[in-house]
């Protein structure tokens, strides 16, 4: 997400003057022209030539290729933006909104070139022929003129969710012909934030590390610096360092808090930054940040990519706590949003998280309806990414559920072949091979589902030893134990579970969970007083939570088979009925 639409303007050339609504001088060139104005433009139209800007006190002309999206990076834009324009001669003045996407702007170009260039923004990434364009554009306005494509055609690519893509582009673009400190700068931050995408979070967190020592040497950069702080902290958070990646979103947050509050760029911070508080266990405290990250964009940017995708961060999150009608009211207003801009893949996100909701309320043919919807997206999109692998696990988990099994199998092991590719010591195979078992047991495949669980444990045990998955997947196997009839193992796994979890704090539902399978594997091995105490502690625990619930009759057939054994038929009968 950028700081604001703006970037779809793209004019040439910068030198910043501070202080002032009007330029101190004239533009040296004129060599930037409309190429393309919606109704949304004001008074613009092709073929104006665009020549200086004002912004919130602070004012530039506009003689370099990628001029106007250093305005965009670093001056905001924190409200409107007034143009200065020449027409025919005479000169005009325009204000673009702060989410204006409606004018398209670059170098002049013979209109045979000017026709590919529009077509090439509007398109999927081509198997070929970019760079041979990005020549005839460096041919026709410099090597300036070559970065801006390369620029803003990845930036359209990271929008359609081709990180890779994009990657590839913008690597082809030389930061030594770049023209000024502050077009390096857009260069590694959007390669920053592609490779992220891509999931290749070394060479992001590399890219980020020159950004920061390049901002350092400027004295106009100051801003810059919190959307490189921003990259940096979803670096952290996609490799799980949430404690780090709060830290450095924090950052972000004081820097644009300070030089730009109320920008765009401060509500995706404070979108990001709640995420991160969020799943640090601070729900209260992260919702709340999110929804002011929300209220900027819904202020400054009605009817943006960049609120749909604030609504959709924010009615996930509610959906993730429980608030089922709130989240489904901010998801259905950003799949409003997105159906109404053509081409968003970001639609797919909607639709996963509406598929939640259908799964919790037990609508199951309507959350794998949805998540068909989503798929189809991505397959046209990105059909090798982690989104893909992602959908391909939840679409696993909805058939298992429906009892499509063969169905859930297939989804299952595409998922693992991609997790396999992306990262085979991730949490998300761990995860998927976790479910896999699941769909295996389903299949009363117990060997198998056994296989699986071990894998998934033998590298939950490597990357996150004191990770909640251990104790997740240590559960499974002790029901696993527990239907072979292997009760003494069952015992020893459970046990260390319920160490585990305890440790971690988690929800009494979990720890609930824990002591049933402890009850029953106490049971097996006749040790009844121990295993009535661990089934009373369940009951306990699910009558505080969810009284009347599937769970707690569970519990209470538990207590009615330890009855049963010691013979006692009216008491066992009581707890059966």
Same mark, same amino acid.
């Given at each position: 997400?950028?700081?604001?639409?703006?970037?779809?303007?793209?004019?040439?050339?910068?030198?910043?003057?501070?202080?002032?609504?009007?330029?101190?001088?004239?533009?040296?060139?004129?060599?930037?022209?409309?190429?393309?104005?919606?109704?949304?433009?004001?008074?613009?139209?092709?073929?104006?030539?665009?020549?200086?800007?004002?912004?919130?006190?602070?004012?530039?002309?506009?003689?370099?290729?990628?001029?106007?999206?250093?305005?965009?990076?670093?001056?905001?834009?924190?409200?409107?933006?007034?143009?200065?324009?020449?027409?025919?001669?005479?000169?005009?003045?325009?204000?673009?909104?702060?989410?204006?996407?409606?004018?398209?702007?670059?170098?002049?170009?013979?209109?045979?070139?000017?026709?590919?260039?529009?077509?090439?923004?509007?398109?999927?990434?081509?198997?070929?022929?970019?760079?041979?364009?990005?020549?005839?554009?460096?041919?026709?306005?410099?090597?300036?003129?070559?970065?801006?494509?390369?620029?803003?055609?990845?930036?359209?690519?990271?929008?359609?969710?081709?990180?890779?893509?994009?990657?590839?582009?913008?690597?082809?673009?030389?930061?030594?012909?770049?023209?000024?400190?502050?077009?390096?700068?857009?260069?590694?931050?959007?390669?920053?934030?592609?490779?992220?995408?891509?999931?290749?979070?070394?060479?992001?967190?590399?890219?980020?590390?020159?950004?920061?020592?390049?901002?350092?040497?400027?004295?106009?950069?100051?801003?810059?610096?919190?959307?490189?702080?921003?990259?940096?902290?979803?670096?952290?958070?996609?490799?799980?360092?949430?404690?780090?990646?709060?830290?450095?979103?924090?950052?972000?947050?004081?820097?644009?808090?300070?030089?730009?509050?109320?920008?765009?760029?401060?509500?995706?911070?404070?979108?990001?930054?709640?995420?991160?508080?969020?799943?640090?266990?601070?729900?209260?405290?992260?919702?709340?940040?999110?929804?002011?990250?929300?209220?900027?964009?819904?202020?400054?940017?009605?009817?943006?990519?960049?609120?749909?995708?604030?609504?959709?961060?924010?009615?996930?999150?509610?959906?993730?706590?429980?608030?089922?009608?709130?989240?489904?009211?901010?998801?259905?207003?950003?799949?409003?949003?997105?159906?109404?801009?053509?081409?968003?893949?970001?639609?797919?996100?909607?639709?996963?998280?509406?598929?939640?909701?259908?799964?919790?309320?037990?609508?199951?043919?309507?959350?794998?309806?949805?998540?068909?919807?989503?798929?189809?997206?991505?397959?046209?999109?990105?059909?090798?990414?982690?989104?893909?692998?992602?959908?391909?696990?939840?679409?696993?988990?909805?058939?298992?559920?429906? %009892?499509?099994?063969? /169905? !859930? &199998? $297939?989804?299952?092991?595409? @998922? *693992?072949? #991609?997790?396999?590719?992306?990262? +085979?010591? =991730?949490?998300?195979?761990?995860?998927?091979?976790?479910?896999?078992?699941?769909?295996?047991?389903?299949?009363?495949?117990?060997?198998?589902?056994?296989?699986?669980?071990?894998?998934?444990?033998?590298?939950?045990?490597?990357?996150?030893?004191?990770?909640?998955?251990?104790?997740?997947?240590?559960?499974?196997?002790?029901?696993?134990?527990?239907?072979?009839?292997?009760?003494?193992?069952?015992?020893?796994?459970?046990?260390?579970?319920?160490?585990?979890?305890?440790?971690?704090?988690?929800?009494?539902?979990?720890?609930?969970?824990?002591?049933?399978?402890?009850?029953?594997?106490?049971?097996?091995? %006749?040790?009844?007083? /121990? !295993? &009535? $105490?661990?089934?009373?502690? @369940? *009951?306990? #625990?699910?009558?505080?939570?969810? +009284?009347? =619930?599937?769970?707690?009759?569970?519990?209470?057939?538990?207590?009615?088979?330890?009855?049963?054994?010691?013979?006692?038929?009216?008491?066992?009968?009581?707890?059966?009925?």
């Amino acid at each position: 997400m950028r700081v604001g639409r703006l970037a779809a303007v793209a004019v040439f050339g910068l030198a910043i003057t501070a202080g002032g609504a009007t330029p101190l001088r004239a533009a040296r060139t004129a060599g930037v022209v409309v190429l393309q104005a919606g109704r949304a433009s004001g008074s613009l139209r092709p073929g104006d030539r665009l020549l200086a800007w004002d912004n919130d006190g602070v004012s530039g002309f506009l003689d370099d290729a990628c001029a106007w999206l250093w305005v965009e990076a670093e001056r905001g834009p924190r409200g409107p933006l007034r143009v200065t324009a020449q027409r025919s001669g005479r000169e005009l003045r325009a204000t673009l909104a702060q989410d204006d996407s409606s004018v398209l702007a670059g170098p002049p170009l013979p209109a045979g070139l000017h026709e590919r260039v529009l077509r090439s923004l509007e398109e999927p990434p081509p198997k070929a022929g970019v760079a041979g364009l990005a020549g005839a554009v460096g041919d026709a306005a410099g090597p300036p003129g070559e970065l801006w494509l390369r620029l803003m055609l990845a930036r359209r690519w990271l929008d359609r969710g081709e990180p890779a893509a994009a990657v590839q582009l913008l690597d082809g673009a030389a930061t030594d012909s770049a023209g000024t400190p502050h077009a390096t700068l857009l260069l590694l931050e959007l390669r920053a934030r592609a490779l992220l995408r891509a999931g290749r979070i070394a060479e992001a967190s590399t890219a980020v590390d020159r950004a920061l020592e390049l901002v350092r040497t400027l004295d106009d950069a100051a801003l810059f610096s919190a959307r490189l702080h921003l990259v940096r902290g979803l670096m952290l958070k996609a490799a799980g360092s949430l404690h780090q990646a709060e830290a450095e979103l924090q950052r972000a947050r004081r820097v644009a808090g300070r030089l730009a509050s109320g920008s765009l760029l401060e509500a995706e911070v404070l979108d990001r930054l709640g995420k991160v508080r969020f799943e640090l266990g601070g729900r209260r405290a992260g919702l709340d940040l999110v929804r002011r990250g929300m209220a900027i964009f819904e202020r400054a940017a009605p009817g943006s990519v960049a609120l749909a995708e604030s609504l959709n961060n924010l009615g996930g999150l509610e959906v993730e706590a429980g608030q089922l009608d709130a989240g489904r009211q901010h998801l259905e207003r950003s799949r409003a949003i997105r159906e109404r801009l053509p081409g968003q893949p970001g639609l797919y996100k909607v639709l996963y998280n509406l598929a939640g909701i259908a799964y919790l309320e037990r609508r199951l043919e309507d959350a794998g309806a949805l998540l068909d919807r989503a798929g189809a997206i991505l397959e046209r999109r990105e059909p090798e990414s982690a989104h893909m692998a992602q959908l391909l696990d939840v679409r696993m988990i909805v058939a298992e559920q429906r %009892g499509a099994l063969a /169905e !859930a &199998e $297939r989804y299952g092991l595409r @998922a *693992l072949e #991609l997790h396999h590719k992306l990262d +085979p010591s =991730s949490l998300e195979t761990v995860a998927c091979l976790i479910n896999l078992g699941t769909v295996a047991r389903s299949q009363e495949d117990l060997e198998l589902a056994e296989k699986r669980y071990r894998e998934a444990l033998a590298i939950a045990r490597r990357v996150a030893p004191d990770g909640v998955e251990v104790p997740h997947v240590l559960g499974d196997l002790a029901e696993l134990a527990l239907e072979r009839g292997r009760h003494a193992e069952a015992l020893t796994i459970s046990r260390e579970a319920l160490k585990r979890l305890e440790a971690l704090g988690a929800a009494p539902s979990t720890l609930a969970q824990v002591h049933q399978n402890l009850a029953a594997a106490l049971l097996g091995v %006749g040790q009844l007083d /121990e !295993a &009535e $105490r661990e089934c009373r502690t @369940a *009951l306990a #625990l699910r009558r505080r939570q969810l +009284p009347g =619930s599937r769970d707690e009759a569970e519990s209470l057939v538990g207590l009615g088979d330890i009855e049963d054994v010691r013979g006692r038929r009216e008491a066992a009968a009581r707890n059966f009925r």
